[in-house]
């Protein structure tokens, strides 16, 4: 059982929502798509479940074609960041109702709906209306109803966004063996890199309406198939800098230079983009052969543990996660160092041209 898109696209008002796509879901997988707002992870939903009809190519679900079919043909369920539920029925009835469409036994609806409710924390709350309920209450109710549905396909759409940070961290590791367990097709949207790779399965990281990459998640994470990917599975976003290779050397931005090794011993000489993600950036200098750059620093944010350093560098600007916290005078010249084993190597167009050395070890 599988859900599989052969050249699916969606135009409306001559807009292109989705670019034409090919993808496979197999049974039992979780499958998370990961991008920024507006790059068509809900679009992509609605072609999935059935809510939208694609305006080129075709969906086909356990190899038959569902194109034209409706969603309520279709063994869907559905849950969204906006927490929807029956007002005038209870927690249980919310629960239950899919149960009761199904014409299931009241013995056979009683146990599955106290089951999801003991999952989700809702056991007390059974007997309430949901407009009783808070909201992470309310979208734990509707989780709940997507769970005893027993769907083939079960679609979840930034769910966990409006939850608890505890709750949210529990129902991220409960969730896909959940939903792993019953054999479903699991899709989740997510903006947040580390929410994907908390998931884990598989990724595919979306740009634009366009599916840039898809394969299991620490692949996608370490070995992005181009920059747009490797910007949208990194969180903040990955820098770059422009780089150039001449014999054993790498020329950095503003002279810096650095011995090509490993991976990028092989480069054909040649002007490439770097690339290298915030939690790769020191402010005290690391092992022997790491690069230096004279940078100059414009904001931070304190998280508590962990510093954040924004940063200008010639006519880029870059981001920094820095470990612990630091009292740094803003606007004040502060150099960082980076390990070229964490550089990945673009073309001028973006494309892959050799992973950080560290991402083919992991």
Not at 34 to 45: F, Q
Not at 164 to 181: M, S
Request: charged share 20%; glycine share 8%.
């Amino acid at each position: 059982m599988a859900l599989e898109f052969k050249n699916v696209s969606k135009v409306v008002n001559g807009e292109t929502h989705i670019h034409p796509t090919n993808l496979t879901l197999e049974a039992g997988t979780m499958n998370v798509l990961l991008g920024p707002t507006s790059s068509g992870k809900t679009s992509l939903m609605r072609l999935m479940a059935g809510l939208d009809v694609p305006t080129g190519g075709q969906v086909f679900w356990d190899g038959t074609d569902v194109t034209g079919m409706r969603v309520q043909d279709r063994k869907v369920a559905m849950v969204y960041q906006q927490f929807i539920n029956y007002p005038s029925m209870t927690v249980y009835d919310n629960i239950a109702s899919p149960l009761r469409l199904m014409g299931k036994s009241k013995a056979e609806i009683d146990v599955a709906v106290k089951q999801a409710a003991a999952l989700m924390q809702l056991e007390p709350m059974l007997d309430r209306k949901p407009l009783e309920l808070s909201g992470g209450q309310q979208q734990r109710c509707a989780l709940a109803r997507a769970l005893v549905k027993n769907a083939g396909l079960v679609l979840l759409d930034e769910p966990l966004a409006n939850l608890d940070y505890k709750l949210r961290e529990e129902l991220r590791v409960e969730i896909p063996k959940i939903f792993e367990e019953s054999g479903a097709v699991f899709v989740y949207a997510t903006t947040e890199p580390e929410e994907a790779l908390l998931l884990g399965g598989n990724t595919a990281t979306m740009w634009e309406g366009r599916v840039t990459q898809f394969g299991p998640t620490p692949t996608v994470y370490r070995q992005p198939v181009d920059a747009t990917t490797a910007r949208v599975f990194s969180d903040p976003p990955m820098n770059f800098l422009d780089i150039t290779k001449q014999g054993g050397t790498l020329t950095f931005g503003q002279g810096h230079t650095a011995p090509a090794t490993g991976p990028l011993a092989d480069l054909a000489d040649g002007i490439y983009i770097a690339g290298f993600r915030p939690n790769h950036v020191e402010i005290a200098q690391p092992a022997e052969g790491a690069v230096t750059f004279d940078t100059r620093l414009s904001v931070t944010e304190l998280t508590g543990s962990e510093t954040f350093v924004h940063l200008d560098y010639a006519d880029r600007k870059w981001v920094g996660l820095i470990h612990g916290v630091h009292d740094l005078k803003l606007g004040s010249a502060l150099p960082v160092y980076l390990d070229p084993r964490h550089i990945y190597i673009f073309s001028v167009t973006g494309d892959l041209v050799a992973p950080a050395s560290y991402a083919l070890a992991a």
